[in-house]
Each structure stands twice: as structure tokens, then as C-alpha cells.
């Protein structure tokens, strides 16, 4: 087995790349879940725009099942809760686009070193 030295700029270069490697995993976990939410909040407004305005219509609250005041309240709560998904997944699709920037830079770095050219 070939032992590598690293030099201290490299050894702090693989310990970021480490550390924006756990990160990313961290926000694509996050993100998919998320992703998970919205695509039920837009089955909820799909199934919700399907039925009566006198249909009867309950919603969870915590672990128990509430009537709802009506369509209108609902729908309006499922909008809300559609669009603040909507911003937080954009928001952490640009925090992951960052973050692999920033991966890829460290991955340039340790090619450049080792003479790997840029990869």
C-alpha cells in the first residue's frame, strides 16, 4: 500500500472537502424531503379542488383529525404551506449548488497537486 504525504494545505483542503461532503448530504436529505412534502400539498390541493364546497373536510392537527371551517380555509393553508416549501427548496438548492462549487474547487486542488491537471 502507497502511504501520501500531505502537505498541511492539503491535509486542511481534504478536511473542508470532508466537511462539505457531509454538509451536502445533510441538504439533499433535506431537500428530498421537502420535495416529499410539496408533492403532497399539491395532491392535497389537486384532490381538494375535486370536491363540493358543502363536502365536509378534516384536517390533522397534531395527531387527531379536525373539521375544517371549509374549502376556502384549507385551500388557503395548503397555498401557504406550498409556497413557503417552494422558497425553502430553492433556497437550499442554491445552498447545494454552493457547497458542490466549493467541493469541486478543493477536488481541482488535489489533482493540481498530485498532477492530475485540472479534472
Not at 16 to 24: D, N
Amino acid at each position: 500500500m502507497v502511504e501520501v504525504k500531505l502537505t498541511p494545505y492539503l491535509q486542511e483542503k481534504l478536511q473542508q472537502a470532508q466537511r462539505l461532503q457531509a454538509e451536502l448530504e445533510s441538504i439533499v436529505a433535506q431537500r428530498y424531503q421537502l420535495e416529499i412534502s410539496l408533492k403532497e400539498v399539491e395532491k392535497s390541493l389537486e384532490e381538494l379542488a375535486k370536491i363540493d364546497e358543502n363536502t365536509p373536510i378534516y384536517k390533522s392537527v397534531g395527531s387527531i383529525l379536525v373539521k375544517a371551517r371549509g374549502k376556502e380555509e384549507v385551500k388557503k393553508e395548503l397555498e401557504e404551506k406550498k409556497d413557503l416549501l417552494e422558497i425553502r427548496i430553492k433556497a437550499l438548492k442554491k445552498q447545494q449548488e454552493l457547497l458542490q462549487k466549493k467541493y469541486e474547487e478543493i477536488q481541482q486542488a488535489f489533482a493540481q497537486a498530485y498532477g492530475g491537471g485540472s479534472s
